[in-house]
């Protein structure tokens, strides 16, 4: 059994996700019980303003949402999140979120850990217009 405390001034970028995302976002990463081949298990906290680039996971994702205000956004539209939400994005489901303009957001994360697992090179959907 391992302890963690979510802490938003904790974790930094992982070089090889800088290029994915816009503004300031740190990863915490805690200890997976599913070790090797399952998924890992982290927060991400996004400054105001922060957010992913949009992408799609392979073998899907879970989000809880434990601090701010943040958007979420599919195919269907943008959602505003905050603490207490779950979001489960299907295999494959084309996606992007972060933190409102004007509000930071965590939220931790359950995933497969393979590099493969995302894909970057997806279209660009809405996610260029009217963010800020």
């Known amino acids: 059994m391992d302890f963690a405390t ?4 904790q974790g930094d970028m992982p070089e090889s996700f800088a290029p994915h995302f816009q ?9 997976s019980p599913f070790a090797p081949e399952g998924p890992g298990v982290g927060a991400v906290h996004f ?3 922060a957010r992913t680039r949009p992408h799609v996971h392979h073998g899907g994702q879970v ?13 269907s ?3 505003i999140v905050r603490p207490g939400d779950v979001i489960t ?6 996606h992007w979120h ?4 004007h509000s930071p957001m965590s939220h931790v994360i359950v995933q497969l850990r393979e590099s493969d697992d995302v894909s970057w090179d997806v ?4 996610w260029s217009q009217d963010y800020d």
């Open 6 to 9: 979510e802490d938003r001034m």
């Open 23 to 31: 503004g300031t976002a740190r990863f915490q990463f805690f200890e």
């Open 47 to 49: 400054e105001a303003g």
């Open 63 to 75: 989000l809880y949402v434990t601090h701010g205000e943040g958007i979420v956004a599919d195919r």
């Open 77 to 79: 539209g943008r959602r």
């Open 89 to 94: 994005v299907a295999r494959d489901e084309w």
């Open 98 to 101: 972060g933190a409102t303009p």
């Open 123 to 126: 279209d660009q959907g809405d």
